[in-house]
């Protein structure tokens, strides 16, 4: 009974030991350091120019900015409310002195190009079409494609019928 007890407060030291030893890595907002910015650098680009999305995230050459910081976390959320891109990374690409240079690397929404519909006749195409706004250079997000799916559902069932499937294929 001793040497069971012994072993389980054994256990329990080895087990405090290694949680008060081991932590998590810490990165705080709070200590970012102060640079002025050297410039910015935009990679990924498709169909949008680098001086537009520039101009989206609001940094300017020559502007103070604390790296990490809430100025690049406030561009980051600027630029996914556009819904324009389907990833955004900021870098350092270097450091020269007080200056930072960083680079935007962005990967743009696919956009619509063809829409194809299956099953219904053609003046129903069009109607679907015109209704759900399918036009050609729209951007694709999950959102516009569950909406476009619930819509056409939705549209048939009321119409009678409940077992139509509707099949979204990018």
Not at 1 to 27: D, G
Not at 62 to 80: A, E
Not at 124 to 153: A, M
């Amino acid at each position: 009974m001793k040497k069971f007890i012994s072993l389980e407060l054994l256990i329990l030291f080895l087990l405090l030991l290694f949680t008060t030893f081991s932590s998590a890595q810490e990165a705080s907002y709070g200590n970012g350091k102060k640079y002025i910015l050297g410039g910015i650098e935009v990679k990924g680009l498709q169909s949008y120019n680098e001086q537009t999305v520039k101009t989206f995230t609001g940094l300017r050459e020559g502007q103070p900015i604390t790296v990490p910081g809430d100025q690049i976390s406030d561009v980051i959320k600027k630029l996914w409310d556009l819904e324009l891109f389907s990833d955004i990374k900021f870098y350092i690409s270097n450091i020269d002195g007080d200056k930072v240079f960083l680079e935007l690397d962005i990967e743009e929404r696919p956009t619509l190009s063809k829409v194809t519909v299956y099953g219904i006749k053609k003046k129903k195409i069009d109607e679907i079409i015109k209704e759900t706004d399918l036009k050609k250079g729209k951007k694709v997000t999950e959102s516009f494609i569950s909406n476009t799916r619930n819509y056409i559902q939705n549209k048939y069932k009321k119409e009678g019928y409940l077992n139509a499937k509707v099949t979204i294929a990018t």
